[in-house]
């Protein structure tokens, strides 16, 4: 049972543009939703998180929006630049650095 | 400065044969955590720890176990190695009620034919 799906698997964008990725949860105990940024060869680091409290965070380019009603949260990359090419995983967990589970990823492609 | 290294990066072994990858941190965070990753199925949790003597099974154990006997190490063993172990296993630290964030290492390649 997948607890946190992720979509779309891939994800090609111009330069400039915006990418948008999406993530749906099932378990409401939920109350910590971090994204994590992953580029071939490295291991995923922390990009952005937010808590069920708040409906959206924005760090620079990055801005996660929180529907929790729903039980959907994205990730928004915005001005997309050819560095921002990578994977990434939206995740889940019961209490913040707690064990997460992990959405099944999202491959950015952005073309100059 | 202090970091969080996996050993060995690249692995191949047999079916059959007991592995393990190593994991090190010299943050002296007391939360450690082994995943792996596959294709579409994002990283899913192996074991997890809180402390030294503390370990835990995460949602696909199976075939794995893990010991902390320190707190700067939690090695990954596969006790008989199967092809559907083939992946790339990631370790993680996290220092506790200090911050939320979960701090991944390079990540271990292990092939098993």
């Known amino acids: 049972q997948q607890q946190v799906k992720q979509s779309p698997q891939s994800l090609i964008v111009q330069k400039g543009g915006i990418s948008i990725i999406n993530c749906a949860y099932e378990n409401t105990a939920f109350d910590y939703f971090p994204w994590y940024q992953q580029f071939p060869g490295k291991g995923p680091a922390l990009l952005i998180a937010?808590?069920?409290?708040?409906s959206e965070k924005k760090e620079g380019r990055f801005t996660i929006s929180f529907n929790k009603s729903a039980k959907q949260f994205s990730l928004h990359i915005m001005d997309s630049q050819p560095g921002d090419s990578a994977t990434y995983f939206c995740?889940?967990?019961?209490?913040?650095?707690?064990?997460?589970?992990f959405g099944g990823g999202t491959r950015v492609l952005v073309k100059p | 400065d202090a970091e969080i290294t996996q050993s060995p990066r690249h692995k191949i072994t047999e079916t059959g044969r007991q592995v393990t990858l190593a994991c090190h941190q010299t943050?002296?965070?007391?939360?450690m955590f082994w995943y792996r990753q596959d294709l579409g199925h994002g990283l899913r949790l192996i074991h997890y720890?809180?402390?030294?003597?503390?370990?835990n099974k995460g949602e696909v154990s199976d075939g794995y176990s893990v010991s902390r006997s320190n707190t700067e190490d939690l090695p990954l063993t596969l006790e008989s190695a199967a092809s559907s172990q083939t992946s790339v296993y990631f370790c993680?630290?996290?220092?506790?009620?200090?911050?939320?964030?979960?701090?991944f290492g390079p990540g271990t390649r292990l092939t098993v034919l």
């Open positions: 937010i808590r069920p409290d708040v």
């Open positions: 993680a630290s996290r220092p506790g009620l200090a911050s939320d964030t979960q701090y």
């Open positions: 720890s809180y402390g030294v003597q503390d370990t």
């Open positions: 943050w002296n965070h007391n939360n």
């Open positions: 995740a889940a967990s019961i209490a913040a650095g707690n064990k997460l589970t």
